[in-house]
């Protein structure tokens, strides 16, 4: 273990007492299924095109797997019993790595842990403004005579989205978001049976199975190699719920254990998300084939069930306002903190100012949070407008961020706090999975970043 000294500003002691933790496994579960089921989930039945009727359903089970085991990994870091300051506990995972190796390594986590958030942020506004735009398409359809309203471009309905955002980015911190991600989880659930339940009608009218063991044929086996990358990429995005693993299991209360606690959640919330993802992703592309498009829910633009499609894109908005807070808190947090850690003395870091209005509660307004959160928003809505390619900017995401957060850091850590020793049994399974991890980490980089090269010149 490095020297608990590195990071003791950013640690606090597990019996202080400065947040009431009142979570269970159950709230756990609903912020991982708002965090894991969104906008990758339209993108699996693009992704198991690609690979084939083999090997797209094996992958989506590969990606669950490895990340229950990080799951796990991380869940044991949460707590570890430092003789120079006591039992503490880690708040974010920026303070687990510090707290197990130190602050130059949670530094280096620091860069990917907000990148990976602030990533999240524009996939998530790229995804919401292609669900409004479905729903603006569709009344188009029914309504051809009124043309004028289908002139909106996504960019606008992503403006939207962002002034949305800028209002719920008020809220506090994470622990007062419980409500928020209930409702989001809710709605994942919604929109994910109904785009299966439309994937299976279209199965069913057709009468027989679209696609293939090797999936999409191609021009080349270049282009192949590409799309399966891509594909990899959208799939290892689907699960993305490491990076704020740390946060959700500091909402535990205890006893039990907060690991023991945050294992059933994972593995609950794996599972059900698993299952929906193989469903949503199998009968997707047996519905479209070749044609399976990047967001599944696109492909029933033109359904005559048009209601029902325009219910599950409003659900997936919705799902995707909570979803948005839900990787933007930690981030908050972890920016907000480093600046009152700096600046213990400046009024405009530290002072709350409490805004009494008419009928409404008392607002209490910080100015840090107000400008720099509403900053942050507006730069999460301008980079998607510039770059509004969504399966290819989740293999970006995926590609910069897996390996690192989801195999690394979770390895490392564990190595660290267990003492495990060098080439014994657990050691080498451990540097396996990592090595492995690496190189799919790579190439789904790789093949992503091609794909928007790709489509920018195209």
Request: with cysteine; hydrophobic share 45%.
């Amino acid at each position: 273990m490095s020297e608990a000294g590195d990071s003791a500003p950013f640690l606090q002691n597990a019996d202080s007492g400065d947040v009431k933790r009142t979570g269970t496994v159950w709230t756990a579960v609903a912020h991982i299924v708002t965090g894991v089921i969104g906008s990758g989930v339209l993108s699996l039945a693009w992704s198991i095109a690609q690979i084939g009727w083999i090997g797209g359903p094996l992958a989506i089970l590969l990606f669950a797997s490895i990340t229950l085991f990080s799951a796990f990994l991380l869940s044991d870091t949460y707590r570890s019993p430092c003789p120079e300051f006591g039992p503490n506990r880690s708040s974010s995972y920026l303070d687990a790595v510090n707290l197990h190796k130190g602050v130059g390594s949670g530094r280096a986590s620091a860069v990917f842990v907000n990148v990976s958030l602030y990533g999240f942020g524009i996939a998530y506004v790229i995804t919401a403004a292609i669900s409004m735009r479905s729903i603006q398409k569709s009344s188009c359809y029914q309504d051809k005579e009124n043309g004028s309203a289908c002139d909106f471009s996504e960019g606008y309905f992503m403006l939207i989205f962002g002034a949305i955002q800028v209002v719920l980015s008020q809220i506090p911190n994470f622990h007062d978001i419980e409500w928020l991600s209930i409702v989001a989880a809710i709605m994942s659930f919604a929109y994910a049976f109904i785009g299966m339940g439309l994937a299976i009608t279209q199965v069913k009218e057709k009468g027989h199975i679209e696609g293939s063991i090797h999936g999409i044929t191609t021009a080349s086996g270049t282009d192949k190699v590409w799309l399966v990358a891509q594909a990899l990429g959208d799939i290892a995005f689907s699960y993305p719920f490491s990076v704020i693993l740390i946060e959700i299991q500091d909402t535990l209360k205890s006893p039990p254990p907060e690991n023991i606690t945050m294992r059933k959640a994972s593995t609950i919330s794996v599972f059900v998300t698993t299952i929906f993802y193989l469903l949503c992703g199998c009968f997707g592309y047996a519905a479209f084939g070749d044609d399976t498009p990047g967001n599944l829910l696109s492909g029933f633009a033109a359904y005559k069930l048009h209601w029902l499609v325009d219910f599950a894109n409003a659900c997936i908005v919705i799902h995707l306002v909570g979803a948005y807070q839900v990787y933007s808190q930690p981030l908050f947090a972890n920016v907000e903190s480093w600046l009152r850690f700096k600046f213990p003395d400046s009024e405009f870091v530290n002072h709350t100012y409490l805004l009494k209005l008419p009928v409404l509660p008392d607002l209490q307004l910080n100015l840090l949070r107000l400008t720099f959160r509403t900053a942050y928003v507006a730069s999460t809505t301008l980079i998607a407008m510039l770059f509004p390619y969504f399966n290819q900017i989740l293999g970006v995401l995926a590609g910069i961020i897996y390996y690192p957060l989801t195999i690394y850091f979770p390895v490392e850590m564990y190595l660290s706090q267990g003492n495990i020793q060098a080439w014994t049994g657990k050691w080498v399974m451990l540097r396996t999975f990592s090595i492995v991890g690496f190189m799919v980490g790579l190439f789904t980089l790789i093949g992503s970043i091609e794909g928007i090269v790709s489509a920018k010149l195209g």
